[in-house]
């Protein structure tokens, strides 16, 4: 059995595409995963499997919550590697941004000088935009626009959801 971690996008906010981490845990069980725990409601999962988890998921999803989400799915080894590779972990947790992308990311620089202040810093490396943003991201053009910034579906979390699933790995 290998360990995944699980990214989910768009769910549980603000009353829309509700998905209870706390009844998705049997569910998974009942379907043959092991040694299930997540992270607040938000959609961060980690499990073992046998094989690449995300269609197995996604149809379980449907089929039990009515809902299809974005689902971003790194092995433990991808992880690690995502985390050991932000140019920015010297700084607060809170101010450091991975943006797994879904597919192949392009970066659309016009955009990007459009959006991105100077305070912020970004890398884009394997398919995940790092962001420091020391003036938080909550009235960021440049995380607003992100998605078309990059091209494609992007799930988000800061570095302190990111350290917490580390710790949990």
Do not use: W
């Not at 995944?4 to 049997?26: D, Q, T, Y």
């Not at 499997?49 to 809902?67: A, G, L, Y």
């Amino acid at each position: 059995m290998q360990k995944f971690v699980i990214l989910f996008r768009g769910i549980n906010v603000g009353g829309h595409n509700k998905l209870p981490m706390k009844s998705l845990v049997p569910i998974l069980e009942a379907s043959g995963f092991k040694d299930i725990q997540y992270y607040i409601q938000t959609g961060n999962v980690i499990l073992s499997s046998e094989d690449e988890p995300t269609t197995r998921i996604k149809k379980i999803i449907s089929q039990h919550f009515n809902i299809t989400p974005e689902i971003i799915t790194l092995n433990a080894e991808d992880f690690f590697q995502a985390l050991s590779k932000c140019p920015y972990l010297n700084n607060e947790g809170k101010l450091v941004h991975f943006y797994f992308c879904k597919n192949t990311a392009e970066l659309a620089m016009e955009k990007i000088e459009k959006y991105q202040i100077e305070s912020e810093q970004y890398s884009l490396i394997n398919n995940i935009m790092y962001l420091y943003a020391p003036e938080g991201i909550g009235r960021s053009k440049f995380v607003a626009n992100m998605e078309s910034c990059l091209g494609t579906a992007v799930t988000g979390r800061n570095l302190n959801t990111i350290n917490k699933i580390n710790t949990m790995l």
